[in-house]
């Protein structure tokens, strides 16, 4: 292979790897409560105990709850946030965060997401155990916030 095609071939893979954009998703919490402490977990991995953590890729089923010493493993007897971050492929497949207090969830305390950096403004907040923003039973579907957007971050505030 002549040295100008190989520089042509190297040249071509550089720019087709430099134009693929990493997927990537920020959580961020905010405890106002003044005790507790944020949980963020997947998979049975908890990926935050209230610091910002980043990821590489799509953050899928993830939960987070404010763990007060009342909390189950997974947040069960608490507030509980889902949320799955990650790109659309096709309409509708984006990103979803909600709030549920279906037990054995159970209202706790004060919470409450935001998208940011997409769909800015996007989200919910639950202020006592019977808000219309939480699931309190699996049909209710339309308590979702959808954002559509690449690389959408979620901030999680409890006790606002």
């Given at each position: 292979m002549s040295a100008s095609r190989v520089f042509t071939a190297l040249l071509v893979s550089v720019l087709a790897f430099a134009g693929v954009q990493a997927e990537?998703?920020?959580?961020?919490?905010t405890?106002?409560?003044?005790f507790g402490?944020?949980?963020l977990k997947a998979g049975g991995t908890t990926f935050s105990t209230g610091g910002t953590v980043t990821?590489?890729?799509?953050?899928?089923s993830a939960i987070a709850f404010l763990q007060t010493g009342g909390c189950g493993d997974n947040g069960?007897?608490?507030?509980?946030?889902?949320?799955?971050?990650?790109?659309?492929?096709?309409?509708?497949?984006?990103?979803?965060?909600?709030i549920s207090l279906i037990p054995p969830h159970a209202f706790s305390v004060t919470s409450g997401f935001g998208y940011f950096?997409?769909?800015?403004?996007a989200g919910a907040d639950c202020t006592f155990s019977g808000c219309s923003t939480a699931f309190h039973q699996p049909g209710?579907?339309?308590?979702?916030?959808?954002?559509?957007?690449?690389?959408?971050?979620?901030?999680?505030?409890?006790c606002d």
């Open positions: 990537t998703h920020t959580v961020s919490f405890n106002n409560c003044g402490t944020p949980l990821f590489e890729g799509p953050l899928i069960e007897g608490c507030t509980l946030i889902e949320t799955t971050l990650k790109n659309p492929t096709t309409p509708g497949s984006g990103s979803s965060t909600d950096g997409q769909c800015n403004g209710d579907t339309g308590v979702q916030v959808a954002c559509q957007s690449d690389d959408v971050n979620l901030a999680i505030t409890f």
